[in-house]
């Protein structure tokens, strides 16, 4: 199994500040194979990234992702009110896993 | 746009079985697979298996091998997941989602991301 580590577990920002989210496996993931959701309270997860880097749709561009290997990134350029959330990487290859959360909160 | 529709809530007692159904629509079901994804109240997503409407093929994670089955009735395009001898480690929400078959992974299966979800159904184990 792909064991996922996400921090930190959680982010105390402002709207408008710059949002980076780390996620890194204990083996390399292709980067094919590299996805992040958002989920709000009550909500079922929502896709915003696949394949490491290529946003799903209707997600905003001030959503990307990026990273290779082990280390792979999200990050939020603007934060917006509604980006409030808890966010996990997953690997989809053949026994999906996800990560254990970074929940990004308002400081 | 791709709808999941699944069944309700349902409060079970330990030992017994649940069996959480997944309407899809606005799409063609046997194109895409079905995935299962439960989670425990406070805790983080944890996924449990898919199947094919196509060829029925299934892939379960270890962990439910043995007391899980993913069934899928092609002529409503819905999908079920049944867990059998529930412990109260089984309460969570269970979610289905629609899998992309987007590559043909080294392992035999189709991978892809999830791109759909469903709303999500409660699952209460209790005596």
């Known amino acids: 199994e792909i064991v996922l580590t996400q921090s930190p577990g959680t982010l105390s920002l402002s709207p408008g500040e710059r949002a980076t989210l780390s996620c890194r496996a204990r083996?390399?993931?292709?980067?094919?194979?590299l996805a992040w959701y958002q989920q709000t309270p009550g909500q079922a997860p929502r896709l915003l990234i696949y394949?490491?880097?290529s946003r799903a749709t209707g997600i905003p561009d001030r959503f990307s992702g990026s990273g290779s290997g082990t280390d792979f990134t999200l990050t939020i350029s603007r934060v917006e009110p509604e980006d409030f959330a808890v966010y996990y990487c997953?690997?989809?290859?053949?026994?999906?896993?996800f990560g254990g959360g970074t929940k990004v909160e308002m400081k | 746009q791709v709808h999941l529709v699944q069944s309700g809530a349902e409060v079970k007692k330990p030992g017994a079985s649940v069996k959480v159904s997944c309407k899809a629509t606005?799409?063609?079901?046997?194109?895409?697979?079905i995935t299962w994804v439960r989670q425990a109240p406070g805790q983080g997503l944890e996924w449990m298996g898919w199947?094919?409407?196509?060829?029925?093929?299934?892939k379960y994670a270890q962990k439910f091998q043995g007391r899980v089955t993913m069934t899928t009735e092609t002529s409503t395009s819905t999908a079920y997941m049944e867990l059998r001898s529930l412990i109260s480690d089984d309460a969570a929400v269970y979610y289905c989602?629609?899998?992309?078959?987007?590559?043909?992974?080294?392992?035999?299966?189709?991978?892809?991301?999830?791109?759909?979800w469903g709303q999500g159904t409660l699952v209460t184990v209790s005596s």
């Open positions: 083996q390399s993931v292709s980067s094919k194979y």
């Open positions: 199947i094919s409407p196509y060829n029925g093929k299934t």
């Open positions: 989602a629609r899998k992309q078959t987007y590559y043909y992974d080294s392992s035999g299966y189709y991978v892809g991301w999830f791109d759909a």
């Open positions: 606005d799409y063609t079901f046997n194109n895409y697979d």
């Open positions: 997953q690997q989809y290859g053949s026994s999906p896993t």
């Open positions: 394949g490491t880097s």
